[in-house]
């Protein structure tokens, strides 16, 4: 159980566009969903708590109208990368915390702005 | 502050070692902790999760301890694998807004 999903694995856009990243939780309901941001060979870095049928909870330094979140359903969570530049290439990776399991992660999302 | 530290942060053994990696931890006043493991690229896979409560949990070859009163955490991998070669994080929920707090994480290398 406690399964989330993420998708796409990765995406490649140009500068300038806007690029979507959903996280699911299959069979699990999610109220709190998280929103991680990784450099190669560094920890996680975590962004924004999402927040079902409210705003987002952005960490500091996180700009809110560069990543729009948006937690709609129990079961999902986007976030949108607007106006992407190569400097926002990195991997993205969301998480969802169920009370038996746990967090559990998304396979990621390798995002590459060319 | 929570603060979550990583010893060794990085570790190469050769096949069918038993191996033991360390996660310490600031303030005893915690939830729950996770072990998690990443493989290049990819996301997290939890491996084991403790609750406040609870001494310690088994999966398989994998057994992680928690003592609370000492802030520490230790993964015990039995009989190593090359298929056990990742980064293993650990991670303390520490407070009521859930947000984890990340050790750097132990890169493992098991040599066949």
């Not at chain 1, 566009?17 to 999610?30: G, H, M, N, P, Y």
């Not at chain 2, 729950?32 to 990819?42: A, M, T």
Request: hydrophobic share 35%; glycine share 8%.
């Amino acid at each position: 159980g406690a399964v989330v999903s993420q998708h796409p694995s990765w995406v490649i856009c140009k500068s300038g566009t806007s690029v979507k990243i959903e996280c699911r939780s299959l069979d699990f309901q999610a109220t709190t969903m998280f929103w991680y941001r990784q450099f190669p060979k560094q920890s996680l870095m975590l962004m924004a708590t999402s927040n079902e049928g409210s705003k987002a909870t952005y960490e500091q330094g996180v700009e809110k109208d560069k990543f729009l979140i948006n937690h709609a359903s129990l079961t999902l969570s986007t976030l949108t990368v607007t106006s992407a530049h190569p400097e926002d290439s990195s991997f993205y990776i969301c998480s969802a915390r169920d009370e038996g399991y746990g967090y559990t992660f998304g396979s990621g999302t390798r995002l590459t702005v060319v | 502050k929570q603060e979550v530290t990583q010893i060794p942060a990085a570790l190469s053994v050769p096949e069918g070692e038993n191996l033991v990696l360390n996660c310490s931890f600031t303030d005893s006043a915690i939830y729950n902790l996770q072990w998690f493991r990443q493989d290049p690229g990819k996301g997290l896979t939890s491996l084991l999760l403790i609750q406040s409560s609870q001494r310690e949990q088994t999966s398989g070859r994998l057994n992680a301890s928690l003592d609370k009163s000492s802030g520490r955490s230790t993964l015990y991998i039995a009989a190593s694998q090359p298929g056990d070669s990742a980064t293993y994080l650990c991670a303390v929920n520490a407070g009521n807004n859930r947000k984890l707090i990340w050790g750097l994480g132990t890169s493992l290398a098991v040599n066949p």
